[in-house]
C-alpha cells in the first residue's frame, strides 16, 4: 500500500516541541497516546522526554483523571483543557481527551506557545458532537464504487467485503482526527447494502477492530444500520418499530454489540429517503423509527443520528406545488418534542443537497425541543470533487454564524457533522489542497467562531516548511469558494451538473427528472417561486425576519434569489445588473480566476514538494478545462432562452 502523504502532520511540524524538555503526567489510554506523540517529537528534533525528578522543564502536560471510557457516555473524560506560560508552557486538562487536544493546540501554535509569557487560557468545543460519516461500501457498488461520492481512491477500512487485514492506513487517519478535535466517525455507507449491513452481526469483530483503533485517538466509532434490519439480517416478517419482536431484537442486536465494544457511540439511519426502508411502509413516523432505535441504545449511552434527509424523489417536473426544499420541515417540524433524549436529528444545512449555494434550512430553527446536528459535505460533490480547488471553510463559518430565529446555528445545535473526503489516495483527499477542508471541518466544528482565514494560515503553516509559499497559497485558496461558484450554477438556482456522477455542467440535466431539483428557466426568465403569495410557500418555513427578506424580490440577497423567485432575465439585481448579465459577467469572471490561481500555483515550483506541486499542477489544469466548459454551456444555454446578446460583445456560442 502506498504510504500516504502526512496532512498536516509532518514531522517538521513538531519541532517547537520536540526540540524542548517534556513531561507528560496522567494515566489512561489516551495519555499514553500523547506521551507517544512526544516520545516521537522529541527523538526526531532533540529534546527530551522527562519522567522523574527535577528538571528545567519547557513544557509540561498533565491530564486527570483515568481519561477512559467510564460506561456512562463519556469518552476519554472532560474535552476542556487550560493552556498558560509562566516561564514554563503548561496544559492542564480533566481527562485525556483535554489532553490530546492540548498537546495538539500547542503544536498548532508552534514558537509561539513557548515565546512571552501569557495567562490561563481555558479551551472547550462549542459542540459536543464533532463527527465524520464515511460513506464507504465494504463491496464495490456497481454505480458508485467503494466509496459514494468519494473522489480519493477506495476505501481506507474495507477490501473484499470486509475490513482491511492491514489498518496502518486508518490508525494515521485516527491520529488525523484526533489532532483536529473530531471525536466520532460513521464506518459505512448511509445507503446501507447487504455485505455493510453485517457489520451489526456476524461481521461484528472487524467493527471491534477499527474501534481499538480509534480509541487511542478519541474517536468513538458508530455503525449506518438499515432499518429493514430484524427483516434482512434477522428473519423477522415486519421491521415495524412499534412490533414487540422488532423491539426485542434491536436490544438483542445491540447488547451484542456494546459487549464487543463498550465505548460504541450508536447508529446513523438514513431513512424512508430514497428508496432506504424506513417506519412510513408501516404507517409509522420518524419518532417511531428513530426511538425504537433509541432506546435499544439507550441503557450503554449510545446515541442514533436520523438523517432528516427525507423527499419525494418521484416527482413530476410539471408539478409546481411540490417542493423538495419543503420536505424536511413538512416531515420533521411536527415531531417536535417527540424524539427521545439520546435521537440527534441530522439536518443538512441547506434545503436542498450540499449545494455551492443555497439558504440555511429552516429546520434549525423548527425543532427547538429537539436534538439537532448541522450536516456539511467535506467530500465535494457539488463542489468540485476534489478536481478543483474549492476552498469550503468560509462557507460553513458563514453557514454556522447564521442568525436564525434569534440565535446563530452554531447555538441552535448540538453537533456538527459531515461526509468525509478521505480515501486511499497518497494525499487522502485525492487533490492536496483538499485536504484543508478535512482539517478546517474539525476545527470549526470545535469552535465555529473561528476565522477561517486563520484556519487556513493554521493549515497552511502546519503543511508547508516554506515560509514563503504561505503567501501565495492563501491568496491561491481563500476565495476559491466564491470563484467555483461563480462558473458553476449562478444566483442559488443549484444543480445544472450531469445526471449521475454530478461532475462538469448540464443545465437541463435534472430539469424533466424526477429528484425534484428544477430551476424552471423559459423564454421569459428563471427561477422557483418558493413564495407564499405565488409559489411553493416555502418562505413561509422561515421565522422572522427571513420569511419576509426572502418572499420579495426586493429584499432577497441577490446570491440567493433564483432560488426564491421566478424572475425575468432583465430583472436588475442590486448591484445594478440584470440578471442575464450577471451570469455572462460571472462566467467569464470565474475561469479568469482560475487562470490566476493556475499562475500562482506555478510560482509555487521547488517550494512545495515535487509531488505535491506536479498533483496540483495537474488538477488545476483539470479544472481551467472544466470551469471553461462551465462558462460555454451556461451562457450559451441563456443566451438562447433569452435572446439577450452579452454586453460587453464577448463570443457566447
Known amino acids: 500500500m502506498t504510504p500516504p502523504h502526512p496532512a498536516w502532520l509532518p514531522v517538521p511540524a513538531f519541532r517547537p516541541v520536540g526540540s524542548r524538555r517534556v513531561r507528560v503526567t496522567g494515566t489512561g489510554l489516551l495519555v499514553t497516546t ?82 512571552a509569557d501569557f495567562a490561563p487560557q481555558r479551551h472547550a468545543p462549542r459542540q459536543p458532537i464533532r463527527m465524520l460519516d464515511h460513506w464507504d461500501n465494504a463491496e464495490v457498488h456497481p454505480l458508485m464504487g467503494q466509496v459514494e461520492r468519494g473522489y480519493a481512491g477506495n476505501s481506507i477500512f474495507y477490501a473484499d467485503g470486509r475490513v482491511r487485514e492491514d489498518l496502518g492506513r486508518v490508525a494515521e487517519y485516527a491520529r488525523l482526527l484526533g489532532s483536529i478535535g473530531v471525536n466520532r466517525v460513521g464506518l459505512n455507507n448511509v445507503n446501507v447494502h447487504r455485505a455493510e449491513a453485517r457489520l451489526l452481526t456476524d461481521l461484528l469483530p472487524d467493527v471491534v477492530r477499527l474501534a481499538d483503533v480509534f480509541r487511542p485517538h478519541g474517536v468513538r466509532v458508530h455503525l449506518s444500520v438499515g432499518f429493514s434490519s430484524p427483516v434482512t439480517l434477522g428473519g423477522l416478517p415486519t421491521a415495524d418499530p412499534l412490533d414487540p419482536a422488532v423491539r426485542e431484537w434491536w436490544e438483542r442486536a445491540t447488547a451484542a454489540v456494546y459487549a464487543a465494544i463498550p465505548d460504541f457511540g450508536g447508529y446513523v439511519v438514513k431513512a424512508d429517503s430514497e428508496g432506504q ?135 441552535l445545535v448540538d453537533g456538527v457533522v459531515a461526509v468525509s473526503n478521505v480515501g486511499l489516495d497518497r494525499f487522502w483527499t485525492g487533490h492536496p489542497l483538499a485536504q484543508a477542508n478535512l482539517f478546517g471541518f474539525g476545527r470549526l466544528a470545535w469552535d465555529d467562531r473561528l476565522a477561517p482565514e486563520a484556519v487556513l494560515d493554521e493549515w497552511i503553516g502546519l503543511t ?54 428544477y430551476h424552471f428557466a423559459d423564454r421569459d426568465g428563471v427561477g ?19 420569511r419576509d427578506v426572502y418572499e420579495s424580490p426586493e429584499t432577497c440577497p441577490d446570491e440567493l434569489l433564483l432560488f426564491f423567485h421566478h424572475v425575468p432575465y432583465g430583472h436588475v439585481l442590486h448591484s445594478g445588473k440584470t440578471v442575464v448579465q450577471h451570469v455572462y459577467d460571472t462566467h ?29 499542477a495537474e488538477l488545476l489544469a483539470e479544472q481551467l478545462r472544466c470551469a471553461t466548459e462551465w462558462r460555454d454551456q451556461v451562457n450559451s444555454y441563456f443566451f438562447r432562452k433569452s435572446g439577450v446578446p452579452d454586453a460587453h460583445g464577448r463570443t457566447i456560442h
Open 34 to 115: 500523547v506521551r507517544d506523540e512526544v516520545a516521537a517529537a522529541v527523538a526526531a528534533h532533540g529534546g527530551a522526554l522527562v519522567d522523574d525528578g527535577p528538571a528545567d522543564l519547557e513544557l509540561v502536560l498533565v491530564g486527570g483523571g483515568s481519561g477512559e471510557f467510564d460506561g456512562s457516555g463519556e469518552f476519554g473524560g472532560s474535552e476542556e483543557f487550560t493552556v498558560a506560560r509562566a516561564g514554563t508552557t503548561s496544559v492542564r486538562a480533566g481527562g485525556g481527551a483535554g489532553l490530546l487536544y492540548g498537546f495538539h493546540h500547542v503544536v498548532r501554535l508552534g514558537e509561539a506557545a513557548f515565546a
Open 277 to 411: 426502508p424506513g417506519p412510513f411502509a408501516y404507517g409509522r413516523d420518524h419518532a417511531d423509527g428513530a426511538n425504537l432505535l433509541a432506546r435499544a441504545l439507550a441503557p450503554f449511552g449510545g446515541t442514533v443520528f436520523w438523517r432528516a434527509f427525507v423527499y419525494d424523489h418521484r416527482q413530476d417536473w410539471r408539478d409546481r406545488a411540490t417542493d423538495r426544499a419543503r420536505a424536511a420541515h413538512d416531515h420533521f417540524a411536527p415531531l417536535d418534542g417527540a424524539f427521545d433524549p439520546n435521537v440527534v436529528l441530522q439536518v443538512k444545512y441547506g434545503p436542498m443537497d450540499f449545494q455551492a449555494r443555497e439558504p440555511v434550512s429552516p429546520v434549525i430553527a423548527a425543532l427547538p425541543r429537539t436534538r439537532l446536528a448541522v450536516e456539511f459535505q467535506v467530500t465535494q460533490e457539488y463542489t468540485g470533487q476534489q478536481k478543483h480547488v474549492c476552498h469550503l471553510v468560509p462557507q460553513w463559518s458563514e453557514i454556522l454564524r447564521f442568525p436564525l430565529d434569534g440565535r446563530t446555528v452554531g447555538d
Open 464 to 517: 508547508f516548511e516554506d515560509p514563503a509559499a504561505r503567501g501565495p497559497l492563501r491568496e491561491l485558496m481563500d476565495d476559491s469558494w466564491p470563484t467555483y461558484e461563480r462558473y458553476t450554477a449562478p444566483l442559488g438556482v443549484g444543480f445544472m451538473v450531469t445526471p449521475g456522477h454530478h461532475y462538469g455542467p448540464s443545465v437541463d440535466g435534472y430539469e424533466y427528472s424526477p429528484w425534484g431539483t
Open 528 to 546: 422557483v417561486d418558493r413564495t407564499r403569495a405565488t409559489g411553493t410557500g416555502f418562505t413561509g418555513q422561515y421565522p422572522v425576519p427571513w
Open 588 to 616: 467569464f469572471e470565474g475561469v479568469e480566476e482560475v487562470v490566476r490561481m493556475a499562475r500562482v500555483w506555478a510560482g509555487l515550483e521547488g517550494r512545495v514538494p515535487d509531488g505535491v506541486f506536479g498533483r496540483v
